[in-house]
């Protein structure tokens, strides 16, 4: 049932571009049915993030503090290899020479990235976008103050068993919620072509075309060759595994929204243990983004190319210092990518007269880079796995 349940959503997917490009005025009547898909999920994202994390801490104790270590570190390198090996391909390509764009007047504003910011989001300061995930990495820390809090009381033991009761009812929903995934990919898929894809065909082809290949060769580089050297997996095993999850990435554009599914994908087709999986996916969901890495590297060193600005040692050190400050601290940030690329430019005192154009081709770029965020989630939850068989 599952395999016929992925047929059919791709279908939808493709039958979704089609009416996006031919008949965009049926679009909106029906891109109710995506918004409430994904505002469900967004509501589900604290939940399963708390019972997942909660229990797993409690069962792996003795694991806890070693696996969110190295969980880290591998989230770390993989960041800054994407950086890197992104950076490498915008400077060959250099997407930014004879580039002319029409200057789009951008209206928003800019946040402040700095270490009280990132200390401030962790304390919900408003009830819905606590409960819809905004302030992911506060419901994480939560959870495992008080998985850990509970090995240290009698009474955790039964107050962990009503969280992992509430988890398997989670997820039993979160199956059959998966029956109208279809319906929801059509909705989404069809409402972006109608509205972006015109873009496409205009101008920022060549960025857009550029952040497309260095979200490939990170795919096949930072992800696939590790997982076939560290895990023995074949490419072809990998990427059938995980595809499954890329219909979700490209239509929702949202880690969070798509995390209880990259859970059970983890789970059930890589067969990975829940102490490993509730612990490492939810983690990286918050600070790990290869996606965001490609996103950060080509803005920065494209608008360097474009405005003539010196891309020195030091500048470059500050792009990968700030992109990480702002992967950690983004949930806490409103109004998504084009603020946080805004905000960026704004720390590397480049001007920010791209960002209008830039908005209005970033839902196609985050389409990619979602992808590639949870890709990267997935790989790390992998090659974690395995050391952690190996070491047993």
């Known amino acids: 049932m599952k395999n016929k349940l992925s047929i059919i959503t791709l279908l939808c997917l493709l039958i979704g571009i089609v009416f996006g490009l031919f008949f965009p005025t049926y679009t909106d009547s029906i891109s109710f049915i995506g918004t ?17 994390i909660t229990v797993s801490i ?6 806890r503090n070693k696996l969110v ?21 915008v400077l060959i390509v250099n997407p930014g020479s004879n580039f002319v764009f029409d200057n789009v007047e951008w209206s928003g504003t800019t946040t402040s990235i700095n270490l009280e910011g ?7 300061k408003d009830l819905n976008k606590f409960l819809t995930g905004s302030y992911l990495f506060s419901v994480i ?7 850990y809090l509970s090995t240290l009381f009698k009474s955790g033991e039964k107050f962990i068993e ?23 990919v059509f909705s989404l898929i069809s409402n972006t072509v109608s509205k972006y894809g015109s873009v496409l065909l205009g101008v920022g082809a060549r960025y857009i075309l550029t952040a497309y290949l260095c979200a490939l060769l990170t795919l096949i580089i930072v992800m696939i060759i590790p997982v076939l050297i560290i895990c023995k997996m074949t490419p072809i095993e990998f990427i059938r595994k995980v595809n499954k999850i890329w219909l979700m ?12 599914y990259t859970i059970k994908t983890c789970n059930q087709e890589f067969n990975i243990p829940e102490s490993i999986t509730d612990v490492v996916v939810p983690l990286g969901c918050t600070i790990h983004m290869c996606g965001g890495a490609v996103s950060f590297s080509l803005l920065g060193i494209f608008c360097c190319q474009v405005f003539n600005v010196e891309l020195t040692l030091s500048r470059y050190i500050l792009m990968i210092v700030s992109a990480v400050l702002i992967n950690m ?32 081709i970033y839902k196609l770029l985050d389409m990619v880079y979602t992808s590639l965020n949870v890709t990267g989630d997935i790989t790390a939850n992998v090659i974690i796995n395995s050391l952690e068989n190996s070491k047993e």
């Open 118 to 124: 990132i200390l401030l989001n962790l304390i919900p």
């Open 36 to 52: 409430y898909y994904i505002n469900f999920l967004k509501y589900m994202i604290v939940p399963v993030v708390f019972t997942s």
């Open 249 to 260: 990435t490209i239509t929702t554009c949202s880690s969070s929204a798509t995390l209880p």
């Open 69 to 89: 270590l190295k969980t880290i570190i591998i989230f770390v390198l993989m960041f800054i290899a994407t950086f890197i090996l992104s950076s490498i391909v």
């Open 162 to 184: 009503v969280i992992r009761k509430i988890k398997q009812f989670l997820f039993k929903v979160l199956e059959y919620f998966m029956y109208l995934t279809p319906l929801a």
């Open 329 to 360: 601290s983004a949930p806490g940030i409103p109004n998504g990518g084009v603020v946080i690329g805004a905000t960026y430019l704004q720390l590397l005192g480049i001007p920010l007269d791209f960002i209008g154009f830039y908005s209005g």
């Open 58 to 63: 409690f069962d792996s104790s003795k694991l």
């Open 141 to 147: 820390l939560i959870s495992f103050l008080i998985g």
